[in-house]
C-alpha cells in the first residue's frame, strides 16, 4: 500500500507522522519504505538539471535499513507497482502542489491530510480542494483520509458537511484537541478498517 502524507500546507504541527507511522508498520514485520520530500533542497536546487535536482530522501525501514538522496526521476521509479522489496510506502509530502509531488499523489492507495480548525481558513480549504484534485487526477477514486480537531464545535461539523458535498470517497478521523493524533487511532484506519 502506498499512503501519501501531506502535512505542512494543512496543518504544520504533524510533520512526523508520516516517520512515526512507517516505523509503527516496520514494527509489525512489513518491510517499509519511507520516501520525504525534501523542500528546502529542492529550493536550493531549483536552477539545476531536473534529473540532478535531489528532493526526495529515502529510508529504508527493516533490518540494516539506510538512508540515501533521490532525484525527483528516481523517486518516481519508486512507486512502480512490481517494486516488490517493500510491503509498504509511505511518502510525507508537506508541499503537494510541486510538479513531483503531484506524480507521488497520483500513484498512492491512500492521501491522508491534517487539518487544525483553530488556524483554519477559506486559503487552507481551497488548498486541501485543490491537493486533493491533483491526487485524483490519474487516480479517480483514490480514497482520502482526514483528521478534524474539535468535532463537538459547530465549525468542524460544518466543514465536514461542505466537504462531503464536494468531494466523494472521504473519511474522518475525529480529535479531541489539536495535536491529538494518536498514532494507533491512525494506524487502525490505515490498515485495520
Not at 480549504?125 to 486533493?132: P, R, S, T
Not at 483514490?142 to 472521504?170: E, N, R, W, Y
Request: hydrophobic share 40%; charged share 25%; glycine share 2%.
Amino acid at each position: 500500500m502506498i499512503v501519501a502524507i501531506v502535512t505542512t500546507d494543512f496543518a504544520a504541527a504533524t510533520s512526523s507522522t508520516a516517520t512515526r507511522l512507517a516505523e509503527r508498520r516496520a514494527h509489525s514485520g512489513r518491510n517499509v519504505l519511507l520516501l520525504k520530500q525534501n523542500c528546502e533542497r529542492k529550493q536550493a536546487n531549483q536552477y539545476r538539471n531536473k534529473a540532478e535536482n535531489i528532493a526526495w530522501s529515502r529510508l529504508e525501514i527493516k533490518a540494516g535499513a539506510r538512508s540515501s538522496l533521490l532525484s525527483a526521476n528516481a523517486m518516481t521509479k519508486e512507486l512502480v507497482p512490481e517494486h516488490t522489496d517493500f510491503h509498504d510506502i509511505v511518502m510525507d509530502i508537506p508541499k503537494p502542489f510541486y510538479a513531483d509531488a503531484v506524480t507521488a499523489l497520483s500513484c498512492s492507495d491512500l492521501l491522508i491530510c491534517h487539518t487544525e480548525l483553530d488556524t483554519w481558513d477559506k486559503e487552507k480549504q481551497a488548498k486541501l480542494y485543490k491537493c486533493i484534485r491533483l491526487a485524483r487526477s490519474k487516480n479517480t477514486h483514490l480514497p482520502v483520509l482526514i483528521t478534524i480537531d474539535k468535532i463537538a464545535c459547530m465549525q468542524s461539523q460544518g466543514f465536514v458537511s461542505q466537504l462531503c458535498q464536494h468531494l466523494c470517497h472521504i473519511k474522518f478521523i475525529y480529535l479531541d484537541v489539536a495535536n491529538d493524533m494518536s498514532m494507533k487511532q491512525l494506524y487502525r484506519a490505515i490498515y485495520l478498517p
